[in-house]
Every structure is written in structure tokens, then in C-alpha cells.
């Protein structure tokens, strides 16, 4: 424990300094374009962690079924069971680097989570939230 306020300090510091990848950026400017002032990461977190019910079944869906809490962390499709390798960028230098691939799965993702698809402010909001992950 007495590490904590060290990694505290560090998260402090270190937090203006995370860089959007320019796809993220890019995407970014689009919403803002469309009116969306601010992208919130608090608001994002809450977005990726919200309990959703599917009209019908009742069933409870989360961004969290697939990605799991830990963005860290590998992830396991809730259907299919095929791994998912980590969403967050600091740990998969992957992710986060091609438009059209954001936004096919956030359409796909937010229409299976939400029933519906993210608005702007909702997709800038999780991708602010998930680049600090
Ligand atoms: C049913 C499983 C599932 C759920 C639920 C899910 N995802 Fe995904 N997500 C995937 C799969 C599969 C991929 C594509 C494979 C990959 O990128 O590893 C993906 C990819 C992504 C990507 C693309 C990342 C990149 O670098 O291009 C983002 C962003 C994303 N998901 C965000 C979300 C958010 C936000 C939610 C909640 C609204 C969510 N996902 C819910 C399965 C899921």
C-alpha cells in the first residue's frame, strides 16, 4: 500500500500528457464539427461500465461482457468466445491507430451494448476515456 501515493503522483503527472493517435484525433475533430464541445473520460468510463437491457430478453449487456473491467486485460467475445487482445493502447500498441476500423466496431459494439448506436458525444467521450487505459 504504501506504494499508492506514489502511483498517485505518477497518474498525476503523467495524465496531460496522453497523446490521442491521430486516427483518434482525426475522429476528434469530426464530432467536434458536429457541435460536440468537450469529451469527458469520467463520462466515457461510466459509458464503458453502464448496464444495459436488451429490449425483449431482458438480457444485461456491457462493453464490459467482451473487453472485461480491465481494459489491460485480454478480453473473451461474450458469443463467440474468441480472445479479444486489449483495448487499452498502453498496453496494445495496436489499437486505436485506423479510423474506419474505430468506427466500424463502434458501431457494431455500441448497436450489440446499447441496442443502439453511440451518438458523437458518446463515442468521444469512451475513446477519451479508452486512450488512457
Ligand atoms: C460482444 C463483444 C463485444 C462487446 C460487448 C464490445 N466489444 Fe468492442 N470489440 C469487440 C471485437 C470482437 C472487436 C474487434 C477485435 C479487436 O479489435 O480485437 C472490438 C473492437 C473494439 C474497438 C476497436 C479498437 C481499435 O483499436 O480499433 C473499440 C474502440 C471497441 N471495441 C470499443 C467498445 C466499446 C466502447 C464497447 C461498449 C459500447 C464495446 N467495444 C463492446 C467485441 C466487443
Known amino acids: ?5 506514489i502511483t498517485f503522483l505518477l497518474t498525476l503527472t503523467l495524465s496531460p500528457f496522453i497523446q490521442a493517435t491521430p486516427a483518434v484525433e482525426e ?24 448496464e444495459f437491457k436488451l429490449a425483449g430478453t431482458g438480457e444485461i449487456r456491457q462493453c464490459a461482457d467482451c473487453h472485461t473491467p480491465d481494459l489491460r486485460a485480454q478480453g473473451q467475445h461474450a458469443e463467440t468466445g474468441k480472445i479479444i487482445e486489449p ?13 474506419k476500423e474505430i468506427n466500424k466496431w463502434l458501431k ?9 448506436e453511440c451518438t458523437a458525444q458518446e463515442k ?9 487505459q
Do not use: H, V
Open 108 to 116: 457494431r459494439n455500441c448497436k450489440w451494448t446499447l441496442g443502439r
Open 27 to 50: 475522429l476528434f475533430t469530426q464530432y467536434r464539427q458536429k457541435g460536440i464541445q468537450e469529451f469527458s473520460a469520467d463520462l466515457g468510463k461510466n459509458l464503458y461500465f453502464q
Open 1 to 5: 500500500m504504501k506504494l499508492a501515493p
Open 87 to 99: 483495448l487499452a493502447p498502453s498496453i496494445n500498441r495496436q489499437r486505436l491507430l485506423d479510423i
Open 124 to 132: 468521444g467521450n469512451l475513446l477519451t476515456f479508452i486512450q488512457t
